[in-house]
């Protein structure tokens, strides 16, 4: 009698012991077959380094999607810190009867008033985790969201 025969469907038993999260046991019970049938098999055709192999496949691929993750929030970040500066200093310039200390925006009906301390409070911050390398959380950018917003 062949393995065909049998009806064993070894390359959906290899691909779900390679797959991960299920044991030889497992499989045996569910597919009916000997869990000592399934270990020769699976040292026959090195199902435990193909398993390894393919899970160190996954965590690399997850490295790199991270990696990539990383890098785009931190051209974000910049791009966002620089235009942040550059409407501080518009603002600045906007505003040069208040010595540069208090800035009032009309926003939705109401005013929103903004002290030039406390904008580059947050942006020493901002800088300061960017010269660091820690990450820039959106957070870090809120008390100054009303502001860059458009009207």
């Known amino acids: 009698m ?21 044991s030889q046991r497992t499989l045996a019970e569910k597919h009916g077959i000997s869990q000592r049938t399934i270990e020769r098999r699976a040292q ?3 199902w435990t380094e193909k398993r390894r192999d393919a899970d160190g496949k996954a965590v690399e691929k997850v490295a790199e999607k ?30 040069p009867d208040n010595g540069a200390q208090v800035v009032k925006k ?16 947050v942006l020493a911050v901002v800088e300061d985790k960017t010269e660091k390398g820690k990450g820039v959380d959106v957070e ?12």
């Open 44 to 46: 026959r055709e090195k």
């Open 106 to 121: 009309k926003q939705n009906g109401a005013l929103l008033t903004f002290s030039l301390k406390d904008i580059a409070t």
């Open 2 to 22: 062949t393995k065909i025969e049998t009806g064993v469907n070894w390359r959906k038993i290899k691909a779900e012991y390679i797959k991960g999260g299920i």
């Open 66 to 95: 991270n990696a990539e993750i990383i890098a785009d929030n931190a051209v974000m970040l910049e791009r966002a810190k620089t235009a942040l500066l550059g409407k501080v200093v518009r603002m600045i310039e906007n505003f």
């Open 140 to 151: 870090d950018l809120a008390p100054l969201a009303e502001l860059l917003r458009d009207e």
